[in-house]
C-alpha cells in the first residue's frame, strides 16, 4: 500500500518568516494530494490540494508543490503568523475505489511572534 | 457552512465493552469515512460506505468493527468488544463523490479511551 512520510514533525518560525514542509510518497498510482491543518481539540482542515496533472498551486499565502518524478510534494506557507501554528498533514490518495487518504505522520507548526 | 458533526466528543469504556460512535456526515454527501488518530501517530484509514455497504476496509478494521448508516443522517461506528489499544481518536469524514475532487471533510473527533 502506499507509504506518505513527512518531515519535519516540529517546525518553529519567526512570525512573517516561511515555513516549508515536505512530503514523500511510494505509490506512483496516487494522484491526488491534500494538505489538511489540525488545531487542538479539531479534526483536519482541506487547506490546498494539488492534483498530480499540475506542478503548482497556489492560495494567498500557501502554494503546494508536487514532483511526480521524485514523488515528493510540498507545502510552502509564507509570511506567516501565529494564527498558522497548528498540525498540518499531508496525505496522498490514489483515485480508485473509494479513495481513501494515506496520511503523513504530521508536522506541528509553532509561529512565534 | 455545512459541516460533519460527531458524538460523543469523549467515550470512556471498560475493556470488552461494545461502542458506538456516531457522525453526521455533509447532507449531500455520498461517501463516508473512518480515520483513527492514535496518540502521536498518523490518522489511519479504517473504512470507507458508499450506497449501503464498506467500498474498502483496512487490516484494521477487522471483525470488531462495523459500520451502519442507520437512516438518512447518521453513521456509525460499532466497535463490539473494545481493546485498550483500541484507544484513539476516531474521526468521520465524508466526500460529496469520489471523482472531480475527492475533497474529505473531517468531523472534530470522538477520543475513545479504553480502560
Known amino acids: 500500500g502506499e507509504n506518505v512520510e513527512q518531515h519535519p514533525s516540529t517546525l518553529s518560525v519567526q512570525e512573517g518568516d516561511s515555513a516549508v514542509i515536505k512530503c514523500t510518497y511510494s505509490?506512483?498510482?496516487?494522484?491526488?494530494f491534500p494538505w489538511y491543518k489540525q488545531e487542538l481539540g479539531k479534526g483536519p482542515q482541506l487547506i490546498i490540494d494539488?492534483?498530480?496533472?499540475?506542478g503548482e498551486k497556489k492560495d494567498q499565502r500557501i502554494a503546494v508543490t508536487l514532483n511526480k518524478t521524485a514523488k515528493h510534494f510540498s507545502l510552502h506557507i509564507t509570511e506567516t503568523q501565529p494564527e498558522d501554528s497548528a498540525v498540518y498533514f499531508c496525505?496522498?490518495?490514489?483515485?480508485?475505489?473509494?479513495?481513501?487518504?494515506?496520511f503523513g505522520t504530521g508536522t506541528r507548526l509553532t509561529v512565534i511572534p | 457552512e455545512p459541516e460533519v458533526t460527531q458524538t460523543p466528543s469523549h467515550q470512556v469504556t471498560q475493556m470488552g465493552q461494545e461502542v458506538i460512535l456516531r457522525c453526521v456526515p455533509i447532507?449531500?454527501?455520498?461517501?463516508f469515512y473512518w480515520y483513527r488518530q492514535i496518540l502521536g501517530q498518523k490518522v489511519e484509514f479504517l473504512v470507507s460506505?458508499?450506497?449501503?455497504?464498506?467500498?474498502?476496509k483496512s487490516e484494521i478494521f477487522d471483525d470488531q468493527f462495523s459500520v451502519e448508516r442507520p437512516d438518512g443522517s447518521n453513521f456509525t461506528l460499532k466497535i463490539r468488544s473494545t481493546k485498550l489499544e483500541d484507544s484513539a481518536m476516531y474521526f468521520c469524514a465524508s466526500s460529496v463523490s469520489r471523482g472531480r475532487h475527492n475533497e474529505q471533510f473531517f468531523g472534530p473527533g470522538t477520543r475513545l479511551t479504553v480502560l
Open positions: 447532507s449531500n454527501h455520498l461517501y
Open positions: 505509490d506512483s498510482a496516487s494522484n491526488y
Open positions: 460506505f458508499y450506497n449501503n455497504e464498506i467500498s474498502e
Open positions: 496525505a496522498a490518495s490514489m483515485n480508485t475505489g473509494a479513495n481513501n487518504l494515506f
Open positions: 494539488i492534483r498530480s496533472n499540475v
